[in-house]
């Protein structure tokens, strides 16, 4: 995390003035996440695993060593744009709505073999994501779950079956219209996500504890 947000600040803001394109779109998306970054994210996740959730969890799962308890590692998410290969503009909309969203800017992510069928040429430019960890992870995760999944029209809860066998979770968001942060101003249509939770637990069972203890609301 503490190389992408150097990224961030190292970018020049004289780069968007008087310029049109990448650099201005560059620099726009770099401002706007340099505020997002500038506010100090409150943990308070964090804080509630640490001297709460942590005990609960290590009796409720019959672990005789703390150190078994499951915890977060980190948060991924990623945004797949097939069509931004005959338009580049949409890359850089969604590189910026993905950066107002995790208050972190992303990295694009490149086509890893070309596909003729798709007119897909190897290194293209397909898509972003971003990786949140520590304060910022927790940070996401406190915002998704009390403020963006209530903004879900006829929300009935998270399906449990995004789990991987190794307790780890994924789950998709259709529209990031959900994240109250996200600007779409200019923007050619919303776009979906998905959103990668890797933890420390060795089974899915412990990982649904966790993800339920820290509010994840799962459909029964």
């Not at 964090?46 to 078994?68: C, D, P």
């Not at 990031?176 to 933890?199: C, H, K, L, Q, Y």
């Amino acid at each position: 995390m503490a190389t992408e947000e150097t990224k961030t600040e190292a970018k020049p803001k004289t780069q968007g003035k008087g310029k049109k394109g990448k650099a201005g779109a560059v620099s726009r998306i770099t401002e706007k996440a340099e505020v997002k970054l500038q506010r100090k994210a409150p943990a308070r996740l964090r804080t509630i695993y640490a001297n709460e959730l942590r005990s609960k969890l290590q009796a409720e799962l019959g672990l005789k060593n703390v150190m078994e308890v499951p915890k977060l590692v980190k948060i991924t998410l990623n945004m797949g744009l097939g069509d931004a290969t005959a338009n580049q503009k949409i890359l850089e909309n969604a590189v910026e709505e993905l950066a107002l969203i995790a208050g972190q800017m992303p990295v694009v992510t490149r086509a890893k073999k070309a596909i003729a069928t798709y007119k897909l040429r190897e290194g293209q430019k397909i898509g972003a994501m971003v990786t949140l960890r520590q304060d910022q992870m927790y940070e996401f995760l406190d915002r998704l779950i009390s403020f963006s999944l209530p903004r879900v029209r006829d929300f009935k809860g998270i399906s449990p079956k995004g789990f991987d066998g190794r307790g780890n979770f994924t789950m998709g968001v259709r529209e990031g219209i959900i994240f109250p942060e996200a600007s779409f101003e200019g923007m050619d249509r919303a776009r979906g996500m998905n959103i990668s939770i890797v933890t420390t637990a060795r089974t899915d069972e412990q990982a649904r504890a966790l993800l339920r203890h820290l509010g994840m609301p799962f459909r029964n």
